[in-house]
């Protein structure tokens, strides 16, 4: 072990030892799942082995939740594996400070998954690319200016902080209030920004009110960082595990025993539904990219015609030869134009065609019910630069 004269432990200076670090400084815990984001099997392996080095050197715990295992820091940073100031500055104001999952009052459990989650949807971004770690993103909290270049996370606890959001209590359709925003942060590029919620495996209760009060906070939020911002976020991000999580969300919509809960229609223009896998990162890639999706029409859609703002029917390409054919391009996966697009098939008499990636053939399966073909590819990241 080198330790140095102040009693740091010079092996935390590099490699997935300050990796790790970095990432417990800003999501305040990293849960053993959430490693699956960072890279393939292989490295995952690599990570798990690093942290169980760290646990026998007591810089960090293990707690459980269930059957699942998140690691945090043993109390405050410990200047013996970790020195940098602002780090232990940000961690004290802005990591998530939880409760032990085996306890047995349910409010400390309910902190402890929250926790958990805000760590995978944080890991979750920084494996897409996206700069999420508290050393690689510009302190807007403390008036540091967004840069004009790059894509970055924010966590709900810094954006709240910076825009000055007021919680507001909505009511779900049964009744139930929803005194805050179930956001766990936001995505912000110069191509484009996102709120961000994370479904896991399950539905979550969902307002309207408290997340378009959220949605407007970040607006304003940027009109102040940006010069040229319309001081407007229309489009969400929700993460999910399983098809069962968004076959679910899909089926509730429209539902009015349902609509205690989230579905495709969120009250944002579009809605994102992204998985957590390698093909989620993909699309993560690919959303803060410049003219995402209009390079993405391009590519799949030669054959139609895309301009279809004036159309009746929701759709990204149509064709009128031969009998009309309408095609909406699932790739992108906004899953409040592929509610639309199948309620009009339900309706309107025409050929409908749906094109998406290989990943996504199964639960559009599963909800197209005969009222549209499904054609796949693999997905491939490279068409939108």
Known sequence: MK??????????????????????????CVS???LHSLEDDHEHRIYSRTIQKMIEEKSVCLVKYGNKKIVKLLGNPNRRYYKNESGINYYSRYSLVYAEGSSRYLSDRQSCKRALLHSEVLMFMYGAGLNATYDNKAMIMSGEPLPDIGAYYYTSLEVKNT????????????GKKVSNTRSFGMVISPCADYVVYDIDTALIRWSEISETQFAFSCGMMLSRLREHNKGIVNSCIVLYKGNSAIKRAFEAT??????????????YKETYYIPYSSEGRALIRMMVSDNWKERLKEYYLTEYDTNTGSLSVVCDGVKTK?????????????ITRLYRFLKAAE???????????????????????????????????????
Do not use: H, W
Not at 9 to 17: E, L
């Open 3 to 28: 330790i140095g004269k102040d009693g740091y432990d010079k092996k935390y200076d590099r490699g997935i030892r300050k990796e790790i670090m970095e990432l417990l400084i800003s999501a305040g």
């Open 32 to 34: 053993y799942d959430g």
């Open 163 to 174: 825009s000055g959001y007021s919680a507001v209590v909505g009511i779900t359709n049964d």
């Open 254 to 267: 429209g539902n009015k025993s349902s609509k205690t809960f989230i579905s495709a229609e969120t009250g």
């Open 322 to 334: 031969n009998g009309k054919e309408y095609a909406l391009l699932y790739c992108i996966p906004d």
């Open 347 to 385: 309706i309107n008499p025409a050929r409908y065609i749906i094109y998406c990636y290989e990943y996504q053939v199964s639960f559009l399966k599963s909800v197209v019910d005969g009222l549209a073909e499904v054609y796949a590819t693999e997905i491939d990241e490279t068409v939108v630069y």
